[in-house]
Nanobody, 124 residues
Framework: QVQLVESGGGSVQAGGSLRLSCAAS????????MGWFRQAPGKEREGVAA????????YYADSVKGRFTISQDNAKNTLYLQMNSLKPEDTAMYYC?????????????????WGQGTQVTVSS
């Protein structure tokens, strides 16, 4: 069982930055991928970024490429999402997730462990 706790959300103006953190109870030993997902009101949950925990390969949604960076600190069992140049359309609840099986990296249906979410609000 992997438990995930997100932090770092908040309210910023467009163009600003935030860094999300996800503390994991266990880390790379039992997961293939970890990722960040977001869900805005009335919309489906979508993949934002993911990382293959064993090799460090990263994956990004087209909408965040060049602005967001996913990273991991194995010593701290923590996953990060650095978000720069934020836009109002980035407003959503952001979730950290982990997959204990081979998965499509940014497909939420392939993840079996989820955090409770942290809200990100970007004002224009």
């Amino acid at each position: 069982q992997v438990q995930l706790v997100e932090s770092g959300g908040g309210s910023v103006q467009a163009g600003g930055s935030l860094r999300l953190s996800c503390a994991a109870s266990r880390y790379t030993y039992s997961t293939y991928y970890m990722g960040w997902f977001r869900q805005a009101p009335g919309k489906e949950r979508e993949g934002v970024a993911a990382i293959a925990t064993g090799v460090g390969t990263t994956y990004y949604a087209d909408s965040v490429k060049g602005r967001f960076t996913i990273s991991q600190d194995n010593a701290k069992n923590t996953l990060y999402l650095q978000m720069n140049s934020l836009k109002p359309e980035d407003t959503a609840m952001y979730y950290c997730a982990a997959s204990s099986r081979l998965a499509r990296p940014t497909n939420p249906y392939d993840y079996n462990y989820w955090g409770q979410g942290t809200q990100v609000t970007v004002s224009s």
